[in-house]
C-alpha cells in the first residue's frame, strides 16, 4: 500500500466500533511488559511536538506514567518542540543519524522520505499482538511499500470552531455554504467583530482554512490526484475557486487585523478570550478549549461550509490517521522501542479522547460518560465523514509542503494574485519529477 491511498471513502461506521470495542488489560492501560534481568534502568528517548501547551501534552505524560510503572526497568525520556521547529529538527536527525529511539512523525508524504533512507524500524514483526485493537486501515498512512513503519494514535478532521454566545447575540446561524459563511462574516464585521481567528506565523494554522476551502471546491479524489501528481492541474478552475475565496475572505478583514504576526498560541488565546467570533483548525482544540477557555460550554463547531456541491459535501474533511509514532532503525533497544511505541500510542490514543482532544485510532475499553458535548460531536463528524483527506503539508513531500507553506504566505499578505498562486503552486509540483 503507498501513498495514493491517502484519501479514501471510508465507511467510517467502523469509528463506532472502534468506540465501543472492549480489550482486557492489566489495569494500567498497559498490555505489553518487559522484563529486565539487569540492574540497570535503560532509557529511551521520545520526541514529540506534545509541549506543554499542547491538547495533548497530558495524554503523553499520562501514557508514559503508565507504560514506566507496568516495566520498572525502563525510563522515557520526553522532549518536545514546537511544530515548525520540529519539522526541521527531524529531517535534520534522519540526515544525521541522529534520531532518538521513538520519535512523532505525520504519516504520508511527510514521512515517506525517512522510510526510503532505510533510517525507520518496519513493526511489521510486532503488530499481530495488537492487529485486533488497530486495525490496519487506520494505519494506511504509516504503510509503505506494503510495510508497516509506525502506529497511529487518534483521527482528527478540520473544523470551524465557533463561539455560540457571540452567534447567539448577533442571531447568526451555523452557515453550510459559502454564500451562508459569507453572510455571517458580514454581521459580524459591521458588529465589529473579527470573524476569523488565525496565525500567519505558524503558517500550518492559515494552510488549515485554505486546505479546507480546496476541498469543498475541488473534492477529495480532485483533490488527491493533482497533489499526488497522478493527473491533473493546480490551475484548474476550482483550484482558483478555493484560491479566489481565499483571498475575498482577507479583502474583507474576516481574518482577525495581526494575525500575521501572531502565533498558534496567541491567536488561539484570543479565540477563547471572545475577541474573535471562529477559528478553523485541527479538531484537536477541543482540548485546549476545555482547560484554557473560561466557559468551555460556549464553543460549538462546524463543518466547513461547501462551495461546489456537485464536487464536494459537507461532511468530507481534511484530516485523517496521520499522527504516529515511529521507531529509529538505530535504537540501541529496538525491540523494546517497538513495543512501547504500540503501547504510548494505544495509551495516547485513550487519554486524548477522554481528555476531549481527540477521537481515538484504536479500540479501547473506556468510560467515555464525561466527555464533552463538543467532544462528542467530533467524534460524530469522523463517524459520519464521507471522505477523510490529508493536509497538504502532510500529503506532500517536504520540497512540494514548503513551497505551498510560502506560497499561501504571499497569496495571503497580497503579493501574489490568486491566479499567480495557482500558476506558481502548478509550477511547484512539476519540480522534482
Same mark, same amino acid.
Given at each position: 500500500?503507498?501513498?495514493?491511498?491517502?484519501?479514501?471513502?471510508?465507511?467510517?461506521?467502523?469509528?463506532?466500533?472502534?468506540?465501543?470495542? %472492549?480489550?482486557?488489560?492489566?489495569?494500567?492501560?498497559?498490555? +505489553?511488559?518487559?522484563?529486565?534481568? @539487569?540492574?540497570? $534502568?535503560?532509557?529511551?528517548?521520545? *520526541?514529540?511536538?506534545?509541549?506543554?501547551?499542547?491538547?495533548?501534552?497530558?495524554?503523553?505524560? !499520562?501514557?508514559?506514567?503508565?507504560?514506566?510503572? #507496568?516495566?520498572?526497568?525502563?525510563?522515557?525520556?520526553?522532549?518536545?518542540?514546537?511544530?515548525?521547529?520540529?519539522?526541521?529538527?527531524?529531517?535534520? @536527525?534522519?540526515?544525521?543519524?541522529?534520531?532518538?529511539?521513538?520519535?512523532?512523525? *505525520?504519516?504520508? =508524504?511527510?514521512?515517506?522520505?525517512?522510510?526510503? /533512507?532505510?533510517?525507520?524500524?518496519?513493526?511489521?514483526?510486532?503488530?499481530?499482538?495488537?492487529?485486533?485493537?488497530?486495525?490496519?486501515?487506520?494505519?494506511?498512512?504509516?504503510?509503505?511499500?506494503?510495510?508497516?513503519?509506525?502506529?497511529?494514535?487518534?483521527?482528527?478532521?478540520?473544523?470551524?470552531?465557533?463561539?455560540? /454566545?457571540?452567534?447567539?447575540?448577533?442571531?447568526?446561524?451555523?452557515?453550510?455554504?459559502?454564500?451562508?459563511? $459569507?453572510?455571517? %462574516?458580514?454581521?459580524?464585521?459591521?458588529?465589529?467583530?473579527?470573524?476569523?481567528?488565525?496565525?500567519?506565523?505558524?503558517?500550518?494554522?492559515?494552510?488549515?482554512?485554505?486546505?479546507?476551502?480546496?476541498?469543498?471546491?475541488?473534492?477529495?479524489? !480532485?483533490?488527491?490526484? &493533482?497533489?499526488?501528481?497522478?493527473? =491533473?492541474?493546480?490551475?484548474?478552475?476550482?483550484?482558483?475557486? @478555493?484560491?479566489?475565496?481565499?483571498?475575498?475572505? &482577507?479583502?474583507?478583514?474576516?481574518?482577525?487585523?495581526?494575525?500575521?504576526?501572531?502565533?498558534?498560541?496567541?491567536?488561539?488565546?484570543?479565540?477563547?478570550?471572545?475577541?474573535?467570533?471562529?477559528?478553523?483548525?485541527? /479538531?484537536?482544540?477541543?482540548?485546549? $478549549?476545555?482547560?484554557?477557555?473560561?466557559?468551555?460550554?460556549?464553543?460549538?463547531?462546524?463543518?466547513?461550509?461547501?462551495?461546489?456541491?456537485?464536487?464536494?459535501?459537507?461532511?468530507?474533511?481534511? =484530516? =485523517?490517521?496521520?499522527?504516529?509514532?515511529?521507531?529509529?532503525?538505530?535504537?540501541?533497544?529496538?525491540?523494546?522501542?517497538?513495543?512501547?511505541?504500540?503501547?504510548?500510542?494505544?495509551? $495516547?490514543?485513550?487519554?486524548?479522547?477522554?481528555?476531549?482532544? @481527540?477521537?481515538?485510532?484504536?479500540?479501547?475499553?473506556?468510560?467515555?460518560?464525561?466527555?464533552?458535548?463538543?467532544?462528542?460531536?467530533?467524534?460524530?463528524?469522523?463517524?459520519?465523514?464521507? /471522505?477523510?483527506?490529508?493536509?497538504?503539508?502532510?500529503?506532500?513531500?517536504?520540497?512540494?509542503?514548503?513551497?505551498?507553506? #510560502?506560497?499561501?504566505?504571499?497569496?495571503?499578505?497580497?503579493?501574489?494574485?490568486?491566479?499567480? +498562486?495557482?500558476?506558481?503552486?502548478?509550477?511547484?509540483?512539476?519540480?522534482?519529477?
Amino acid at each position: 500500500m503507498d501513498k495514493k491511498i491517502v484519501t479514501r471513502i471510508l465507511g467510517f461506521a467502523l469509528i463506532a466500533v472502534l468506540l465501543s470495542g %472492549c480489550i482486557g488489560n492489566n489495569g494500567s492501560g498497559v498490555r +505489553f511488559q518487559y522484563t529486565n534481568e @539487569a540492574d540497570d $534502568i535503560i532509557e529511551l528517548v521520545l *520526541w514529540s511536538i506534545a509541549t506543554e501547551n499542547d491538547a495533548f501534552h497530558q495524554s503523553y505524560l !499520562r501514557a508514559i506514567a503508565a507504560f514506566e510503572e #507496568a516495566n520498572p526497568g525502563v525510563r522515557i525520556r520526553f522532549e518536545t518542540f514546537d511544530n515548525e521547529s520540529y519539522k526541521t529538527k527531524i529531517r535534520l @536527525a534522519v540526515a544525521t543519524n541522529e534520531l532518538p529511539d521513538i520519535f512523532f512523525v *505525520w504519516g504520508g =508524504g511527510f514521512s515517506r522520505p525517512f522510510v526510503e /533512507s532505510g533510517k525507520v524500524l518496519a513493526l511489521d514483526g510486532f503488530y499481530a499482538y495488537y492487529a485486533e485493537q488497530l486495525p490496519r486501515m487506520v494505519l494506511e498512512n504509516v504503510i509503505f511499500d506494503e510495510l508497516l513503519y509506525g502506529s497511529v494514535m487518534t483521527i482528527p478532521i478540520s473544523v470551524t470552531f465557533y463561539n455560540r /454566545s457571540i452567534f447567539a447575540q448577533y442571531g447568526l446561524e451555523v452557515p453550510t455554504t459559502w454564500e451562508e459563511f $459569507i453572510k455571517v %462574516c458580514q454581521v459580524l464585521i459591521e458588529n465589529d467583530i473579527s470573524p476569523m481567528g488565525t496565525s500567519g506565523k505558524d503558517l500550518w494554522v492559515l494552510a488549515m482554512m485554505f486546505d479546507g476551502l480546496a476541498l469543498k471546491s475541488v473534492g477529495a479524489e !480532485r483533490l488527491r490526484q &493533482v497533489l499526488l501528481k497522478e493527473e =491533473g492541474s493546480f490551475t484548474e478552475e476550482e483550484f482558483l475557486e @478555493a484560491a479566489l475565496k481565499f483571498r475575498e475572505l &482577507v479583502e474583507m478583514g474576516v481574518f482577525y487585523e495581526r494575525a500575521h504576526a501572531l502565533s498558534n498560541d496567541e491567536a488561539s488565546a484570543r479565540f477563547y478570550d471572545g475577541e474573535v467570533a471562529m477559528f478553523t483548525t485541527g /479538531s484537536w482544540m477541543v482540548g485546549s $478549549i476545555q482547560t484554557d477557555a473560561d466557559n468551555p460550554s460556549d464553543f460549538g463547531a462546524f463543518p466547513i461550509p461547501v462551495i461546489n456541491g456537485e464536487n464536494a459535501g459537507l461532511m468530507d474533511f481534511m =484530516g =485523517g490517521a496521520s499522527d504516529a509514532l515511529m521507531v529509529s532503525a538505530g535504537s540501541e533497544h529496538p525491540e523494546l522501542a517497538a513495543q512501547a511505541t504500540f503501547e504510548l500510542t494505544r495509551s $495516547i490514543s485513550k487519554y486524548a479522547y477522554l481528555d476531549g482532544a @481527540a477521537v481515538p485510532a484504536w479500540r479501547i475499553d473506556f468510560d467515555d460518560g464525561e466527555i464533552s458535548p463538543l467532544g462528542k460531536q467530533i467524534v460524530a463528524y469522523v463517524t459520519n465523514a464521507t /471522505s477523510l483527506t490529508l493536509w497538504f503539508d502532510i500529503m506532500l513531500e517536504a520540497e512540494h509542503a514548503n513551497s505551498y507553506l #510560502a506560497l499561501l504566505n504571499e497569496l495571503f499578505i497580497g503579493t501574489v494574485s490568486p491566479e499567480e +498562486f495557482v500558476t506558481k503552486m502548478a509550477d511547484a509540483l512539476v519540480v522534482g519529477e
